[in-house]
């Protein structure tokens, strides 16, 4: 009977996101000229919710919608030719190599979640765990983290 009550607890554990995202871990292997990502624990292996991006500045349009059940990319662009990324992949069998010679890398807490923010000289960007999910977000063309901070907060 213990087992199956411990059982029982650990499956409805696994239903809720905030506990299966605990129990994922989002590992780095730093070397000189670049960081290695990637996950263990409790991967995802099919997107089952569709994150989305609901503050978007003014004047950006969609121009590339790429989706299939591993990955979800979203590209916005402007007049000017700068540009917006958006992806969210599943943790199962993925990895991610990030320069860490150029620009400033930090980790910053948005909504109770690490993200790891970048500064390019030409570009922002940030990567963090969303539910077991990978999510990256770049913005080409943008030199405040304010609006890269927005946008995180207000993904649904």
Known sequence: IAVISLLSML?????????????????????????????????????????????????????????????????YENQVGDYIQFRQQITEDFDTYVD??????????????DVKVFDYTTLMGA?????GYYMFLVYYGCDDNKIIKEMIETIR
Not at 21 to 48: D, P, R
Not at 127 to 131: A, G, I, R
């Open 11 to 75: 499956m409805l554990a696994m239903s809720n996101g905030d506990v299966r995202a605990s129990m994922l871990q989002w590992c780095e292997n730093v070397y000189k000229e670049y960081i290695h990502y990637y996950f263990e624990g409790e991967t995802t292996k099919k997107i089952e919710h569709e994150y989305q991006l609901t503050v978007i500045p003014d004047g950006f349009e969609k121009v590339y919608e790429q989706r299939d059940t591993e990955s979800i990319m979203i590209t």
């Open 100 to 113: 860490n010679e150029k620009g400033k890398w930090s980790t910053v807490v948005i909504n109770d979640k």
């Open 127 to 131: 990567m963090w765990v969303e539910d």
